[in-house]
């Protein structure tokens, strides 16, 4: 509209001055026309924005005042440390036995629980199957909830044991989880059992408890995730209706926990209803790794939820200021390990780092620039933080719990190699993760409010170091930046080809016109809306179809990605041949020159729609789908134009929209980098299925992405690039 | 001077001795002819290792008919409240931590009189007329507020209170009963309370409220009771009644001896009066016509004892729990006890619970009253729950909506109870579920659901009575009363409501909005069971408050557990970073408004033309022909700048100073 505006009071000669437009429209015309020149520089500085994030990490502080972590002595001793030792050595024991060890250990921790005084239940849980519900995205856990004909064989049981804060008024509470499986008992989960069994023990006599705590033995029989969301399932949306009577009758051996109790008094505390205490206020999941560290006790934090969901900052402050200054722990977060040996990204460090010295000599006040090694470390780590965020697969038992806006981690204790033989090493490792988690919990417990104070969309580029959205967004933005710009700039220009006889004012894309066309010029761009309009419908037909591929039975992945890939070509086809072709017969008797830079903008539009809507439900993946779909989008021309100009601009071009439009086709792209930081060794199709598999079961909003953004764009540049015109 | 007073004490002790009998023949006729007030203390051992004293301090005063206006013993702040509001009965509870009714018993009088929700709790009847109730209820919060240092005066706005018809206790209209959840206890409230008593807490038993133990226990909970007759004009009334109680729920310190993980069960702590409170009680308060203090046995814990009795056949055969102290198997006593009641069997199956009375009088400084158990073998065993332990849950998780679930659940008890029932033909078990929920938590109140063992219920079949308030945004909370019958047999139920959760304006939210919003604590009471303990006695049962107080026939009531819905909050540092981007884009607007009024065209032009003429810096043209050569229009020369526009440009710099002031003014002190 701007540009017709002007390009009508261009007409009349000047002989006055013209009426200045105002700067904002002035700067949109100025960027409009320039849209080559800025969209180079835009994608650039993106890139670079993105490179330069580890140099404009801030280092973390504690947010909320409340907290207070640190401020006390911990009251954590070798006695309860002592009695934890007994717990591990009762329940290696009761394991060596191998008849009934499963319901043995679960009897013997919960009569470790109930010794305590704590209120103890246990929780029945059914698996759920990984399923394809096509309509589950984005709706709350519950509704996940499928009917299932339940076999007994397939249950697990969680042990739940409850400390009632004794001044609290019951309304908040703290839940410590540790995955254990009672069939195949192994000697780090019995650490970790009594890590958190001496800092219940602990907890039982405290003074200052405030909020409940709950100590939540999660059974992984069935993967550590699962027993947790059933549990937090039942806690949110119970079942009123008859579920819980049916299991009891049909599995007469899950009676076996509280039948074989001999003793009165632990009869009586263990009770087989669900428990529950308040509103939760944070969750600490706590596992010890079964590899070990070479030099010191390590810790490792994970943090990433569905969805690229991150906890509040201020959770992993504390326990990253615990961990470091009371405890003497080396923190990590999860790196992206091929990174730390490439050699540009050290070139690119050793850049910054003297770009920082010089801004250091400069004016000693600036503090820019980071060490080139603390520089690969962190953009490792910050690539391992969006991948992760991207992929929205939660990273641990704690993803469960954000699905219920739980602030939640996973702590992944690391003791040294030697440490678990000795037995004084042993209990100096339990000792310090106990405090540690000890700490923590006196620090949610001094909490008032809830998690609210700090960050909660954030980028890790080290355990004390973070990105915030502030600054993390100018990348992405600058990264989209050039596609409304580029789409403006094709319009106008499709636009005004067709005065191209009035006004001798060649379009930089469209100089191959031979003869002009009349249609209706304003009504042109609909029937472009329109192809791209069903294209996108095509894409979330695609998205829907492994939901009919899945129940296909005994199908192997290959044959399934296969089945997946042939349907989709298919319904594309009929598509066309369905819905595209009364539009386009029109255009087939005089395929119009500029037809093409129209299809182009819209398409640019749309991306940059998805895009930007993207941005706001998952960052990450709409940063990394920025990353693949801008060159693609931004270069994708008509080859046949290319081909007959056959000047070396042109074939480059060429040659760099057929790469592009390889690697851009989803499955290729997943081949490629999987081949190029893990070889291309092992590398086969069904991958690809497995991977999209992985991401609709935990309801990850980029498979949506892919299917109904991605897909869609990249089938139409692939039409741009052989549109015959 | 220590002497005289020794001397003078068994006189004075005499004294009252002589008098005591008159006094309590006058009060058993019914009124109350002069003031009196007594003391007592009940403690009892709890099955979870926990020892359970009960204060009991009550006052009276005659009517003002008959007396004036004057006092000697009892409290005026409190005469002149009732006098002034015409308070009718009033209670006012103040309670840190939670009863746990599955451990501590929720079948008897001191549970469901005393067991309160935690924070503060208020209802009073009033004996105005119906339209005045409430202007009597805010002023009485706020002098309630005044008397006791605590913020009951927030009970003043109407969103806070309610008026129960019948679901709470009988007495259409002139009820109003509020809850604050999030009012921290402490000793500030203790000490007005304590100011009441004769003699605070200098002598007598309130001299062993030792404040540190006392607030180091599991529950405490602080009550004022109040019942005036004073408004009825027939003769006889008996005046106001005070009891002022105090129930606090301690552990005894046991050194923690090496843990037993075996199975055999541990021994209970023995425990006595020192080292409870710290404290000995060194004579009573003089001015109280009885002070006295009781040892309650359980009847789960008496029966547990009658087994071991018969178990441990070597000591003879007659002698019961509650008739020698000494012989007792369990425990002993350090103190013969003055009197061991028993009381009378209500239930057959069930044994009967014992108490042992110590009276105070006959201690004084010189021999103090130390009390104390020592357990010989251990006891297990289990108090008298309500025939339904109820829990009230959120289910749901979000800021849009959200469920809440009271789920009933069968104990022990009442399979008992039912099944007895049951053969007499048909039976319901009675529930009246009273609870009130704050506008905020928009309840849906016909999405009731009733599930009686785990199934579907109509709500027509089960629910008997129901009388709903619906909220008023900003005025009045959501009260809903219900009677519900269940089948004897039953094993569960649950009752769900769901609600959408409202928005608040923004200065309606408290300090910390972000921990959540409290719905108070629903009374689940069963008026066909009834909290009675008949001891056996003589006449001078009216001598005792506390045992009065248990025969009176309550129905068995207990609180659920207060609730906090998180609700969506601004972000409140908005309105800050609001004004200061308003006060930028008004420092740019003034600045470049003052701009054009100053410029006047003509001059420009004028000024435009004469600058055409003139030769510029060469560096200025060449910006100039750059910037018009990206913008695509012919090359004009520069102006020189006049003298206005400089003086324009520089209140321009000096606007843009301002609004720069103003953006590092937000960046660094924001």
């Given amino acids: 509209m701007v540009a017709e ?17 105002r700067p904002i429209v002035q700067l949109g015309i ?84 109930s010794n305590l005084g704590a209120e103890v239940s246990h929780h029945k849980f059914h698996p759920q199957l990984n399923q394809f519900h096509p309509l589950h995205f984005f709706s709350s856990p519950d509704s996940g909830r499928v009917e299932q004909n339940i076999s007994c064989a397939l249950h697990g049981v969680n042990t739940v044991g409850i400390i009632r804060a004794p001044r609290g008024d019951g309304k908040e509470a703290i839940v410590l989880v540790t995955p254990f499986n009672s069939v195949k008992l192994n000697q780090n989960e019995a650490l970790s059992l009594a890590i958190a069994y001496s800092v219940f023990s602990l907890l039982t006599r405290v003074p200052w408890l405030a909020k409940d705590v709950i100590w939540l033995v999660a059974d992984s029989q069935f993967g550590e995730y699962s027993g947790v969301a059933a549990w937090l399932r039942d806690y949110h949306t119970p079942v009123f209706s008859g579920l819980g009577t049916l299991d009891a009758e049909m599995c007469p051996e899950s ?81 992206f390990w091929p990174l730390l040996g490439l050699k540009w990204l050290k070139t690119l460090g050793e850049i910054f780092e003297s770009l920082g010295h010089l801004a250091r000599s400069v004016n000693p006040q600036w503090k820019f620039g980071i060490p080139a090694a603390d520089y690969i470390e962190g953009s490792a780590t910050l690539a391992s933080s969006l991948y992760y ?88 933005a600058l990264l989209v930046a050039p596609l409304p710009m580029v789409a403006a700039s094709l319009y106008v220009d499709a ?48 998205s829907l179809l492994p939901y009919f591929i899945c129940q296909i039975p005994s199908c192997t992945p290959t044959t399934s990605f296969i089945i997946w890939v042939f349907l989709s070509i298919l319904s594309l086809v009929v598509m066309y041949i369905v819905l595209a072709s009364p539009s386009s017969h029109a255009n087939e008797s005089q395929p119009q020159r500029g037809e093409w830079a129209i299809l182009k903008s819209v398409t640019l539009s749309a991306a940059f729609i998805g895009l930007c809507l993207m941005s706001v439900i998952n960052f990450a993946s709409a940063e990394i789908g920025g990353l693949l779909m801008v060159p693609m989008c931004l270069m994708a021309h008509p080859l046949k134009l290319d081909v007959k100009a056959r000047s070396i601009r042109t074939v480059s071009r060429v040659v760099y929209n057929l790469v592009l439009g390889f690697i851009g086709f989803p499955p290729v792209a997943f081949i490629v980098l999987k081949g190029a930081f893990e070889g291309f060794s092992g590398v086969n199709v069904g991958d690809f299925w497995s991977w999209v598999e992985s991401l609709w079961a935990w309801n990850s909003a980029t498979y949506l992405y892919i299917g109904m953004v991605y897909l869609p764009c990249w089938v139409l540049c692939i039409h741009v690039l052989f549109h015959r015109c | 001077m220590a002497l005289p007073l020794l001397l003078l004490r068994p006189i004075l002790l005499l004294s009252f001795l002589l008098f005591a009998p008159i006094l309590n023949f006058k009060a058993a006729l019914g009124s109350v002819t002069e003031e009196d007030f007594s003391e007592e203390l009940l403690l009892r051992p709890l099955p979870d290792r926990k020892v359970l004293a009960h204060f009991h301090f009550r006052s009276r005063a005659p009517h003002t008919s008959s007396n004036g206006r004057h006092h000697h013993l009892f409290p005026k702040a409190i005469s002149q409240l009732v006098q002034k509001f015409h308070v009718k009965e009033m209670e006012l509870s103040f309670t840190q931590g939670r009863w746990n009714y599955d451990r501590w018993g929720g079948f008897d009088p001191i549970s469901s009189n005393n067991a309160k929700p935690p924070g503060v709790e208020l209802w009073a009847v009033f004996d105005v007329p119906l339209e005045q109730v409430d202007d009597s209820w805010k002023n009485l919060t706020h002098a309630l507020s005044g008397l006791f240092c605590a913020s009951v005066n927030f009970l003043e706005s109407s969103t806070t209170y309610s008026a129960p018809e019948w679901g709470y206790r009988p007495a259409p209209g002139s009820l109003r009963y509020g809850t604050l959840p999030r009012e921290a206890v402490c000793t500030e409230n203790l000490t007005p309370w304590l100011k009441l008593l004769p003699c605070r807490d200098k002598a007598g038993l309130s001299a062993l409220m030792d404040r540190p133990s006392i607030y180091k226990g599991f529950y405490h909970s602080q009550r004022l009771r109040l019942t005036s007759s004073e408004f009825e004009s027939e003769e006889g009334a008996s005046g106001i009644v005070l009891q002022q109680t105090l129930t606090v729920v301690v552990q005894p310190d046991s050194e923690r001896n090496v843990m037993s993980y075996s199975h055999e069960t541990k021994l209970q702590p023995s425990w006595s009066l020192t080292s409870i409170f710290g404290r000995m009680v060194t004579g009573r308060c003089v001015l109280a016509k009885s002070s006295t203090i009781y040892l309650q046995l359980d009847r789960g814990l008496v029966g547990q004892l009658d087994y071991l009795q018969k178990e441990n056949e070597l000591s003879s055969a007659d002698k019961s729990v509650y008739e020698g102290f000494s012989s007792n198997p369990g425990f002993e006593l350090s103190v013969k006890p003055d009197r061991v009641l028993k009381e009378l069997n209500g239930f057959e199956k069930k044994t009967p619970s014992v108490v042992y009375e110590f009276y105070i009088e006959k201690y004084s400084e010189s021999r103090p009253f130390d009390l104390g158990l020592t357990w010989k073998l ?115 139920a649950a009752i769900t409501l769901e609600f959408d959760k409202g928005f608040l304006h923004i200065d309606e939210y408290p300090p910390d909005a972000n921990q959540g919003f409290d719905i108070p604590a629903a009374i689940i009471s069963f008026p066909n069971f009834h909290t009675s303990m008949q001891f056996f006695t003589d006449k001078s049962v009216d001598r005792s408050s506390i045992l009065s107080k248990f025969q009176e026939n309550n129905a068995v009531l207990a609180y659920t557990e207060v609730l906090l819905v998180p609700l969506t909050t601004p972000d409140f540092s908005m309105p800050y970073n609001v004004i200061t981007i ?81 953006v590092f003014w937000q960046v660094y002190f924001g």
Wanted: charged residues 20%.
């Fill in chain 1, 5 to 21: 505006k002007e390009s009508e009071t261009e007409t009349p000669p000047i002989h006055r001055a013209r009426p200045k437009p």
């Fill in chain 1, 30 to 113: 100025f960027l409009i026309s320039h849209s080559l020149l800025f969209s180079v520089v835009f994608s650039t500085a993106g890139v670079l924005a993105l490179l330069l994030l580890p140099v404009l990490a801030k280092n973390t502080y504690i947010s909320e005042n409340a907290l207070m972590p640190g401020s006390v002595a911990p009251m954590l001793s070798n006695q309860e440390v002592a009695e934890a030792n007994r717990l591990v050595k009762d329940l290696t024991s009761s394991n060596s036995k191998p008849l009934a060890s499963a319901i043995g250990s679960q009897r013997l921790i919960s009569q470790y629980m």
């Fill in chain 1, 255 to 335: 009676n076996n926990i509280y039948g074989l109790n001999e003793n009165l008094s632990i009869k009586r505390t263990i009770y087989d209803g669900f428990k529950r205490a308040g509103t939760m206020a944070a969750a600490l999941v706590i596992k010890v790794a079964d590899r070990s560290e070479q030099y010191e006790d390590s810790l490792s934090i994970y943090a990433e939820a569905s969805n690229g969901q991150m906890p509040n900052l201020d959770l992993i402050n504390i326990v990253n200021y615990l961990a470091v200054h009371r405890q003497g722990l080396r923190v990590k977060v999860e790196k």
């Fill in chain 1, 389 to 476: 965020q991207a992929l929205g697969v939660p990273t641990g038992p704690h993803g469960a719990f954000r699905d219920y806006q739980v602030d939640a981690i996973t702590l992944e204790i690391f003791p040294k190699v030697s440490s678990l033989d000795n037995k004084v090493r042993q209990n100096d490792f339990l000792l310090r993760s106990g405090r540690l988690i000890e700490g923590v919990i006196r620090s949610v417990n001094n909490l008032l409010e809830k998690f609210h104070q700090s960050f909660f969309l954030y980028l890790l580029t080290s355990p004390g170091k973070f990105v915030s959205v502030g600054v993390y967004m100018i990348a992405f």
């Fill in chain 1, 495 to 542: 636009s005004n080809s067709d005065y191209s006889l009035k006004i001798d004012k060649p379009a930089p894309f469209a100089n191959a016109s031979d003869e002009p066309c009349i249609t209706l010029k304003s009504w042109k761009w609909l029937f472009a809306a329109k192809k791209v309009f069903f294209v996108h419908l095509w894409g979330s037909v695609v």
């Fill in chain 2, 378 to 492: 251990p006891v297990v065993w289990s108090c008298q729950k309500a025939p339904l332990h109820a829990s009230r849950f959120l289910m749901g998780s979000g800021n849009e909506r959200g469920a809440i679930a009271i789920s009933l659940r069968s104990t022990e008890v009442s399979d008992e109870f039912l099944h007895t029932d049951m053969s007499e033909g048909r039976c319901k078990l009675e529930v009246k579920v009273f609870q009130v929920v704050p506008w905020y938590i928009k309840v849906y109140f016909h999405t009731v659901r009733v599930y009686v063992n785990e199934q579907p219920q109509e709500v027509s079949d089960v629910v008997e009575k129901m009388r709903v308030s619906p909220s008023v945004d900003k005025v009045s909370p959501g009260v809903m009363e219900m009677v519900l019958k269940f089948p004897c047999g039953m094993k569960s």
């Fill in chain 2, 582 to 662: 308003t006060c930028t884009v008004c420092a740019l607007y003034f600045g470049s408004l003052l701009n054009v009024l100053r410029k006047r065209v003509g001059e420009e032009e004028r000024s435009s033309k004469s600058k055409a003429t003139k030769e510029t810096g060469r560096l200025r043209q060449l910006l100039s022909r750059v910037s018009a050569k990206l913008r695509g229009r012919p090359f004009e020369p520069p102006q020189p700048p006049s003298n206005s526009s400089s003086f324009i440009s520089s209140k321009l710099i000096l606007f843009i100073l301002v609004a720069g002031i103003a």
